[in-house]
């Protein structure tokens, strides 16, 4: 199933004809801006973040928030799902990194490090370590378990770290 970005009139009266709703009706959920969106590994959730804070997890089929994560102090500027399908990791204006169970619908774990916005961040394929890039021109690779900050990759001059 493909999400359909085209403009519509919503989404043709709410009936679909064409498909599933356009990306703008099928987040209609957030207060302010859309950062970052991506599909679960089994292609029936989506993720998104956005300037209003939160994060929200949809069922792609029936259109529908399932949950809102709430907890960074700022803009959500990326967040992606574990290889599982298990977790989401989100970067934040707020310099941190975190973990979040889609299950239990909890936050587990904060990782702090980054002294600048954190734009974006990814899994591992093994789903055990996490990586972060932010303005502050480092990438970090973070040990998902011990919570551990690994090695910072310096020296990310001219532009800042905005996409992995």
Sequence with gaps: ???????????????????????????????????????????????????????????????????????????????????????LVSGSDDQTIRLWDVRSQRLIRTLRGHESSVNAVAFSPDGKYIISGSNDQTIRYWDDKSQRLIRTFEGQNRFPTRYL
Aim: glycine residues 8%; contains cysteine; positive net charge.
């Design 1 to 87: 199933m493909s999400l359909n970005f085209l403009p519509c009139l919503p989404c043709y009266a709410k009936r679909y004809p064409l498909g599933p709703p356009c990306l703008p009706c099928l987040v209609s959920g957030h207060k302010s801006w859309v950062r970052s969106v991506g599909f679960s590994p089994d292609g029936k959730y989506i993720v998104s973040s956005s300037n209003d804070q939160t994060i929200r997890y949809w069922n792609v089929e029936n259109h529908r928030s399932l949950h809102t994560f709430e907890g960074h102090e700022s803009s959500v500027k990326s967040v992606v799902f574990s290889p599982d399908g298990g977790y």
